[in-house]
């Protein structure tokens, strides 16, 4: 359940701890922080090193001012910082020797439970490097590490002791929070909604790495966990996130769905489906992402007992491809209903990411082929349905081994899913199914069992 490790980096002004970042995290572009509720920005950046992924945080530079006394609220900035990071990085200046700030944030640093890398920057001459850094043995934080954060020399040592002690990360683990995607039309009230999302709690909006440029990401935390809300650049407006020319666009959007796991795609209660809807849907579809229709502005609409069934039923009509997709109706206006989005996101990520073992499948495949045998050819060739595997999460996917797929038409192959859900849910996500054709010699060289679920020929 945990997010990426975070590296703080602490120092006084002008030691370079802005330029080692830029080094670490390799030019990726800097992200000022949009924190809520708090004065001063911090800026996190994601790093990667021999297969490690991490985030780097500038705690600024402002911590400890020329005469060592802090300021109190970034005081409180640095501490917010450090609480949640594995490793600090003090950064002082080699050619400046030990200053008394240095003494002081060292001191501030030792008492932590917490690595302490001391990195003694500016060190560009090798001949004279070590010679400098070993003055910092002083601080009492272990033995310093002498770079150039300028030229990037020692930066690979600093980078291997980060690293160092962090538990290996599967792919899995590090996108176990669930990646949001919210997409609509332009005042749909995407912003209002993300706003009312993420609320007073402590949000940070970082770069994704090696994605789409610039993309900023907003990580929210509601009741203990992690939320990852996708490229939020273009919905956030009021923060004021410099972004450029381009306009959150359709294209943005599906850039977004391509990075999340759910995508929550708002409508308008009080207009029609516009064509972008139908689009953004679509790629919903495409992309095999799960999905959770969220009906905005429901407290302009006039109710009556009946609203509610037949606003659901023509949106059904609309998008039937979407029929697993749950239906929300909320107001970001109000509030209404919006904090009922975190249980279903939890819901359709993890049924997203579900897998059925091959025992459950073929006895859910066993009573559906019994209810309904799978058609024949009009030369009377029975479809027979040897056995099923998952094969794949995200979405969940299902190869179904068959004697000829061209036997399988698509209500048959309909008829399948719906026995897949009604027997295993898998609400809010999207499945898909591959038939595939074999040979029963194939099945049985392959030291399968056969399961041979499709039994009953046609009278
Ligand atoms: P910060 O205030 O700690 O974030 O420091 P900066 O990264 O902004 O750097 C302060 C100054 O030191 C800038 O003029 C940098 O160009 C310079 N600087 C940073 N790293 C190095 C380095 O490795 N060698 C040298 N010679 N100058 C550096
Ligand atoms: P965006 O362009 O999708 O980010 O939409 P905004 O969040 O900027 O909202 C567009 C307009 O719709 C704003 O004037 C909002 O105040 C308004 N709005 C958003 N959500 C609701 C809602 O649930 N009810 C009502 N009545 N107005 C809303």
Redesign the pocket.
């Known amino acids: 359940m945990s997010s990426l490790p975070v590296v703080a980096i602490v120092?006084r002004?002008?030691?370079?701890?802005?330029?080692l970042l830029n080094r670490l995290c390799g030019g990726r572009q800097a992200i000022v922080a949009d924190e809520a509720g708090v004065t001063r920005d911090r800026l996190y950046r994601e790093a990667e090193w021999t297969g490690y992924r991490f985030w780097v945080v500038d705690t600024g530079?402002v911590l400890f001012n020329e005469d060592t006394k802090y300021l109190p609220q970034i005081r409180e900035q640095v501490e917010l910082a450090l609480a949640e990071a594995q490793v600090a990085i003090l950064?002082v200046d080699g050619r400046d020797g030990t200053t008394a700030a240095d003494q002081e944030i060292a001191s501030w640093l030792r008492g932590r439970k917490l690595k302490v890398l001391i990195v003694v920057?500016?060190l560009?001459e090798p001949s004279t490097a070590l010679g400098l850094a070993a003055e910092f043995w002083n601080l009492g934080l272990g033995e310093p590490y002498a770079i150039?954060?300028?030229?990037g020399s020692g930066t690979g040592d600093i980078l291997d002791a980060i690293v160092a002690d962090f538990h290996p990360q599967t792919e899995f683990e590090e996108e176990q929070h669930p990646c949001i995607a919210l997409v609509g039309r332009p005042n749909v009230g995407k912003s209002s909604l993300l706003n009312r999302l993420v609320g007073k709690k402590r949000s940070i909006v970082a770069a994704e790495a090696g994605t789409t440029r610039d993309a900023i990401d907003t990580l929210v935390n509601w009741e203990g966990k992690t939320y990852k809300f996708v490229d939020t650049a273009g919905i956030r407006r009021r923060a004021r996130v410099d972004y450029g020319v381009e306009s959150f666009g359709v294209v943005r959007s599906f850039q977004a769905m391509r990075r999340s796991d759910v995508v929550v795609l708002m409508l308008d209660a009080t207009e029609g489906l516009s064509e972008q809807e139908m689009r953004l849907a679509g790629k919903v579809r495409e992309e095999g992402r799960a999905c959770i229709l969220a009906v905005n502005k429901w407290d302009l609409v006039e109710k009556n007992e009946h609203t509610l069934l037949s606003y659901t039923e023509k949106l059904r009509e609309d998008l039937y491809y979407l029929e697993w997709a749950p239906i929300i109706f909320i107001s970001a206006l109000t509030g209404q209903r919006v904090s009922k989005l975190y249980p279903l996101v939890d819901e359709a990520v993890t049924q997203h990411r579900r897998r059925v073992t091959t025992a459950v499948l073929n006895e859910v495949l066993k009573e559906a082929t019994l209810r309904h045998s799978p058609p024949a050819s009009r030369q009377g060739r029975q479809g027979r349905i040897y056995y099923g595997t998952q094969v794949s999460t995200r979405p969940p996917t299902f190869c179904l081994f068959v004697n000829d797929p061209k036997l399988f038409k698509d209500n048959y192959r309909k008829y399948i899913e719906e026995q897949f859900r009604g027997a295993l849910g898998f609400s809010g996500t999207p499945l898909r199914l591959l038939w595939r054709g074999k040979t029963e010699r194939e099945i049985e060289r392959q030291g399968r069992q056969r399961v041979r679920v499709a039994v009953t020929a046609k009278s």
């Not at 002004?13 to 330029?19: D, E, F, L």
């Open positions: 120092g002004p002008n030691v370079g701890k802005s330029t530079g950064v920057n500016k560009e150039s954060a300028m030229h």
